[in-house]
């Protein structure tokens, strides 16, 4: 019996000694692995870190690109707004001369021509309608086509020399225009009949230097012209057509 209870005496005390052994063994493997587990979380922070600003770097980049191009578009597309311009404006300088052509080549291409009537429209500054007063001037006039066979009518505009080419090139026409639209309207005058030329400031009939110089200026012509053999020539102007300037002022 003695030697029994030794044996488990020693028994015990083995167990005793391995669970101190044990319990020395994980505080030493805690000891150890605290450090690497601290060192891995802060490295996972660094790394998070970084990501982050380089995507902050990235964002920046990419909108520093993207404002870039922004700025090249623009100004690309006020370079092709400049030429488009210029363009624009060779365009109405041609077109005038275009139309001059044409009707130089009507005239040398069918039988001579002659002036049957012809008489001018007055403008108000800046101006391209036309007035009751004008209207009625240019009934009188129309009343001559009555009875003329074989006719073309030219209508030229002009402007004074206030303001760019390209602007009097474009009102000089408007002003024709609204002539031509009256003419065809009211008296079903085809639109093969007319030659409308807009010459802008090109050619004064006077002085620019005066109001009343570029108030003539500010003018629509229109020339009743025949090949009729039987049409009787206007001895001079049939009509000077001075409206009221729709308003406008020896003042420019």
Do not use: W
Request: charged share 15%.
């Amino acid at each position: 019996m003695a030697r029994t209870g030794l044996q488990a005496v020693s028994a015990l005390g083995a167990f005793s000694l391995l669970l101190a052994s044990g319990c020395t063994t994980k505080n030493y493997v805690r000891s150890q692995t605290a450090p690497i587990i601290q060192q891995t979380n802060e490295l996972d922070d660094a790394t998070a870190t970084n990501n982050r600003n380089i995507h902050d770097v990235d964002q920046r980049a990419q909108a520093g690109i993207q404002q870039a191009q922004g700025a090249a578009n623009q100004a690309q597309q006020s370079a092709q707004s400049a030429n488009q311009s210029a363009s624009q404006a060779q365009q109405s300088a041609q077109e005038a001369v275009n139309r001059a052509d044409s009707l130089a080549s009507v005239i040398s291409n069918l039988d001579s021509y002659k002036s049957v009537a012809d008489a001018s429209v007055n403008f108000g500054f800046d101006k391209a309608d036309l007035t009751k007063t004008d209207k009625a001037q240019l009934d009188e006039f129309a009343s001559q086509m009555t009875n003329t066979k074989s006719y073309i009518l030219e209508v030229t505009g002009g402007t004074d020399s206030t303001g760019s080419k390209e602007y009097n090139y474009d009102l000089s026409q408007r002003r024709a225009q609204a002539v031509v639209q009256y003419l065809a309207a009211k008296y079903n005058v085809p639109a093969h009949k007319f030659y409308l030329i807009g010459i802008g400031k090109d050619q004064e009939v006077a002085s620019n230097s005066t109001a009343a110089g570029r108030k003539k200026n500010r003018r629509v012509t229109i020339q009743l012209l025949s090949n009729d053999q039987s049409a009787t020539p206007a001895p001079a102007q049939t009509g000077s057509i001075a409206g009221s300037g729709n308003g406008s002022s020896a003042s420019e």
